[in-house]
C-alpha cells in the first residue's frame, strides 16, 4: 500500500508538470494570449491569477482571456484575445489574414476590430474590438492556422454573401482568386459548402469564367447595366475578326462606328481597383483621341455604369452616333447632364 502512494503521489507530480508544460507551450504559440480555461487547465488556482494580475504578470484583454504583458497588443495578440473569447471560433472577414505591416500603437488610437465567426447556433456576448459573425456548419469551413481562420475559399464567399453591392461581392473574390492553392476548383468546392448563397447562381459563373478564361459574366452586366438600359446603339457580340496573327476575337463591337470595347474580367491583381481608376481615365479620354478600343473592367461595369455609359456615348457621338443616351433612372449620372 505503501509503494501504491508513493507511486500515486510521483503521478501527481508529473501530471501537475505536464499541464504546466503544455500551458507554457499554448501561451508560446498564442503570443502570450491565454483564457481562463487554460489557466486553469494549466494549474493555476482562482487565487493564484488574482496575484498575478495585481502583479502585472497577467493583464485581462476581455472577459477570462489574458495577455502576459501590460504593453499593447500585437495584431495576432488581439487576434488570439478574440478567438480565445468566442471559442470554439476562428478569424474571418478582413481579419482573415494578418496585415502585412503592422502600425505601431500610439496614445489613443483604436484598432480595427478583429472579426471572428462562430457557429450558427451559438450566442456569444459582445465585446468591444470583436465582430462576430455567424456561420452554419462552421467546422467544415474552418483552417486549422495560427490562430484559427476560415479557409480563404470560404472566407471569400462569406463576405460575398454579405457585400451590399455586385462589385463589393466580386471584390471579395478579387482578394482570393489567384492567390497560391486558390484555383476555380478550390472556390467551387467552397460553394458547395454554402448551398444557400447570396447570389449563388451569379457567383458561380464568376466561378466558370475563371476556369475558362471567358468574360460571360462582365459581357452579360455590359449588356444590362450599361448598354440596353441607357439607349446606347446595339452592339455586335463576340465577333471574330482576322488579324495578321490570326482570328481575334472581340468582346463588344459598335461596327457603324468602328469602336470596339474590350472587357477585362481578370481577378485577383492587387490593384484592380487602381486599374479601374486607370481605365476610367482612358474612357474620358477616347472621345477627344478617336481610339478605336476601349477597355473596361468590373468597376466600370457593375459600380459605375451610368458613368461609363455617359464615357461610351461621348465615343460614339464623336464617331457619328447621332443619337443621344438616355436616364436609367431618376438618380442617373446622365439624367444630371445639362
Known amino acids: ?102 502600425r505601431p500603437m500610439v496614445p489613443g488610437m483604436v484598432p480595427d ?32 492556422g495560427v490562430p484559427p481562420r476560415l479557409k480563404l475559399e470560404d472566407n471569400a464567399l462569406a463576405m460575398a454573401h454579405d457585400a451590399r453591392s455586385e462589385i463589393d461581392a466580386i471584390a471579395s473574390l478579387a482578394g482570393v482568386a489567384g492567390r497560391t492553392h486558390v484555383t476555380a476548383g478550390s472556390l467551387r468546392g467552397a460553394l458547395s459548402r454554402f448551398p444557400s448563397l447570396r447570389r449563388r447562381a451569379w457567383i458561380a459563373k464568376i466561378i466558370d469564367d475563371l476556369e475558362s478564361g471567358t468574360n460571360s459574366v462582365l459581357e452579360h452586366g455590359y ?38 470595347v474590350e472587357l477585362d474580367g481578370a481577378l485577383g491583381h492587387d490593384t484592380w481597383r487602381d486599374q479601374a481608376r486607370d481605365a476610367d481615365r482612358v474612357l474620358d479620354d477616347l472621345a477627344a483621341t478617336r481610339t478605336v478600343t476601349a477597355r473596361l473592367r468590373w468597376h466600370q461595369v457593375f459600380e459605375t455604369p451610368c458613368r461609363t455609359a455617359q464615357g461610351i456615348a461621348r465615343v460614339l457621338a464623336s464617331r457619328g452616333w447621332a443619337d443621344s443616351p438616355r436616364a436609367c433612372d431618376d438618380a442617373c449620372l446622365i439624367a444630371r447632364q445639362p
Not at 477570462?64 to 473569447?85: E, F, N, S
Not at 444590362?224 to 463591337?253: C, I, M, N, Y
Open 1 to 102: 500500500m505503501e509503494d501504491s502512494g508513493v507511486t500515486s503521489g510521483h503521478e501527481d507530480v508529473w501530471e501537475r508538470e505536464h499541464a504546466a508544460r503544455l500551458m507554457e507551450a499554448q501561451r508560446r504559440q498564442q503570443d502570450g494570449v491565454l483564457s481562463h480555461a487554460q489557466l486553469t487547465a494549466g494549474g493555476l488556482t482562482r487565487a493564484d491569477m488574482i496575484r498575478m494580475q495585481r502583479r502585472k504578470e497577467i493583464v485581462r484583454v476581455h472577459r477570462r482571456v489574458y495577455v502576459d504583458h501590460t504593453g499593447p497588443l500585437t495584431w495576432h495578440q488581439r487576434a488570439w484575445a478574440a478567438v480565445l473569447y468566442a471559442a470554439p471560433a476562428y478569424v474571418c472577414g478582413p481579419s482573415v489574414e494578418a496585415p502585412r505591416a503592422e
Open 113 to 144: 476590430p478583429i472579426h471572428v465567426a462562430i457557429d450558427q447556433t451559438r450566442r456569444v456576448a459582445p465585446q468591444p474590438g470583436i465582430v462576430i459573425h455567424r456561420l452554419t456548419n462552421l467546422e467544415t469551413h474552418a483552417h486549422g
Open 223 to 260: 449588356l444590362t447595366k450599361v448598354e440596353r438600359v441607357h439607349g446606347l446603339p446595339r452592339s455586335e457580340r463576340q465577333t471574330v475578326r482576322a488579324t495578321p496573327k490570326g482570328s481575334q476575337f472581340r468582346d463588344v463591337e459598335y461596327v457603324a462606328y468602328g469602336l470596339v
